[in-house]
């Protein structure tokens, strides 16, 4: 199909998004290499983002670029490639997360380096969605939604926690600081496992290199924030049947992850590509089958309209400080990166997909569960119970 042909179908695909080809406005693409339209239309999400990473077209406002997309649902009008139609197929046939694979994710996304993370995340080195009602800044988001995580658990002083997929320990260190509890964190990045070890300030924290499934001991309440999208659907079942014989009769799990709103069967061919090898966001079908007959669901609370606030903040951070970062990177990294953290907002802001925190119990709590949702409240000083932090409860 020739160039000028597939231009037009490209302008009259974006006008429906209210998006102009070399427009003026921040949203409007500005295409520098005009085989760009036959890539995109023959690849896909694949060839659009590799094309941004090569420099063939940018936009000023990436988010609200992908958010007009999403929103106008132009990610339909544009068949799959062969390259994305085999990603599916391995996803199906293959189990792309087994145990010999499992680090791969670490090797290929979490292990880059410190010195990105370190530039990019909360002083914390929290790599999850924060939470940003009544805070003014990533740190106090963060620590809101580690305090929420804590409070949704009931942690209590002596209690035994296992944290699956741990990363820098964040939430470890806080939840032992804070509510003295000793925590066991897995994780396969050997890079998280080295500053989270320095970071936990002789803490009872132990942060392992282990896969999940390598677990088999007891533990009072089991957390994972952000770990579940890398199980893959093969695997969920298993996952849960970890978690099962780990967590003691009367304790609590919280699993946060992205979701999907609908069930996939893996991630985009870029994505597998370039960001998260193996991966894939799991619907609300997928986890509730997954769990079937192990536990009582007590609480599903959906806070993903935080995080494209959260990727915004991520990338503010990353952006300003690039000039001491690209002596380590390259060019096109950066490029990928931004593609990455941008296209992402976009996507949470169109509620294409979800952020939940699922709280689980084996047997249901007796008289039910206390659906109290907590966040840090800089006015105060101290909690009902005396705690320093200025926690402040919100009943639902």
């Given at each position: 199909?020739?160039?000028?042909?597939?231009?037009?179908?490209?302008?009259?695909?974006?006008?429906?998004?209210?998006?102009?080809?070399?427009?003026?406005?921040?949203?409007?693409?500005?295409?520098?290499?005009?085989?760009?339209?036959?890539?995109?239309?023959?690849?896909?999400?694949?060839?659009?983002?590799?094309?941004?990473?090569?420099?063939?077209?940018?936009?000023?406002?990436?988010?609200?670029?992908?958010?007009?997309?999403?929103?106008?649902?132009?990610?339909?009008?544009?068949?799959?490639?062969?390259?994305?139609?085999?990603?599916?197929?391995?996803?199906?046939?293959?189990?792309?997360?087994?145990?010999?694979?499992?680090?791969?994710?670490?090797?290929?996304?979490?292990?880059?380096?410190?010195?990105?993370?370190?530039?990019?995340?909360?002083?914390?080195?929290?790599?999850?969605?924060?939470?940003?009602?009544?805070?003014?800044?990533?740190?106090?988001?963060?620590?809101?939604?580690?305090?929420?995580?804590?409070?949704?658990?009931?942690?209590?002083?002596?209690?035994?926690?296992?944290?699956?997929?741990?990363?820098?320990?964040?939430?470890?260190?806080?939840?032992?600081?804070?509510?003295?509890?000793?925590?066991?964190?897995?994780?396969?990045?050997?890079?998280?496992?080295?500053?989270?070890?320095?970071?936990?300030?002789?803490?009872?924290?132990?942060?392992?290199?282990?896969?999940?499934?390598?677990?088999?001991?007891?533990?009072?309440?089991?957390?994972?924030?952000?770990?579940?999208?890398?199980?893959?659907?093969?695997?969920?079942?298993?996952?849960?049947?970890?978690?099962?014989?780990?967590?003691?009769?009367?304790?609590?799990?919280?699993?946060?992850?992205?979701?999907?709103?609908?069930?996939?069967?893996?991630?985009?061919?870029?994505?597998?590509?370039?960001?998260?090898?193996?991966?894939?966001?799991?619907?609300?079908?997928?986890?509730?089958?997954?769990?079937?007959?192990?536990?009582?669901?007590?609480?599903?609370?959906?806070?993903?309209?935080?995080?494209?606030?959260?990727?915004?903040?991520?990338?503010?951070n990353f952006d300003s400080h690039w000039d001491g970062l690209?002596?380590?990177?390259?060019?096109?990294?950066?490029?990928?990166?931004?593609?990455?953290?941008?296209?992402?907002?976009?996507?949470?802001?169109?509620?294409?997909?979800?952020?939940?925190?699922?709280?689980?119990?084996?047997?249901?709590?007796?008289?039910?569960?206390?659906?109290?949702?907590?966040?840090?409240?800089?006015?105060?000083?101290?909690?009902?119970?005396?705690?320093?932090?200025?926690?402040?409860?919100?009943?639902?």
């Amino acid at each position: 199909m020739k160039t000028n042909h597939l231009k037009e179908k490209a302008r009259f695909l974006l006008d429906t998004a209210g998006i102009e080809i070399n427009g003026n406005r921040s949203f409007d693409i500005q295409v520098h290499d005009e085989r760009l339209y036959k890539r995109v239309f023959s690849q896909g999400e694949l060839g659009l983002g590799e094309a941004y990473m090569d420099g063939w077209w940018d936009v000023e406002n990436v988010n609200e670029f992908f958010y007009r997309v999403i929103t106008a649902k132009l990610q339909h009008a544009i068949k799959k490639d062969w390259g994305s139609l085999f990603e599916l197929f391995r996803a199906q046939v293959f189990n792309l997360q087994k145990i010999s694979r499992a680090f791969e994710i670490g090797q290929t996304h979490y292990d880059i380096g410190n010195d990105l993370y370190m530039a990019m995340l909360d002083k914390r080195m929290t790599y999850t969605c924060a939470f940003w009602e009544d805070a003014d800044n990533l740190d106090e988001a963060q620590e809101a939604k580690l305090d929420m995580v804590c409070r949704k658990l009931e942690l209590k002083p002596g209690q035994r926690v296992l944290d699956i997929g741990c990363g820098f320990g964040s939430f470890a260190i806080y939840a032992a600081e804070k509510y003295g509890v000793s925590v066991v964190g897995v994780t396969v990045s050997k890079e998280q496992i080295d500053l989270g070890n320095k970071m936990k300030k002789g803490l009872p924290v132990d942060l392992r290199y282990q896969d999940y499934r390598g677990v088999d001991e007891k533990f009072d309440h089991i957390v994972s924030l952000g770990m579940f999208e890398h199980v893959g659907k093969k695997n969920y079942r298993t996952f849960m049947q970890v978690v099962d014989r780990c967590l003691k009769d009367h304790g609590t799990v919280l699993i946060h992850t992205i979701g999907s709103n609908i069930s996939l069967h893996g991630a985009s061919a870029w994505t597998h590509r370039y960001i998260f090898p193996n991966s894939m966001l799991p619907s609300i079908r997928q986890i509730g089958s997954s769990m079937e007959g192990l536990f009582t669901v007590e609480d599903w609370h959906n806070i993903g309209a935080n995080y494209e606030h959260t990727l915004m903040a991520w990338f503010n951070n990353f952006d300003s400080h690039w000039d001491g970062l690209k002596d380590h990177y390259t060019e096109r990294f950066y490029r990928m990166w931004k593609f990455y953290l941008l296209s992402s907002a976009g996507s949470f802001r169109a509620r294409r997909i979800q952020v939940w925190q699922i709280v689980l119990s084996k047997t249901g709590i007796p008289g039910g569960y206390k659906r109290n949702r907590y966040y840090i409240n800089n006015s105060q000083k101290t909690t009902s119970n005396g705690r320093e932090g200025g926690l402040k409860h919100e009943p639902t």
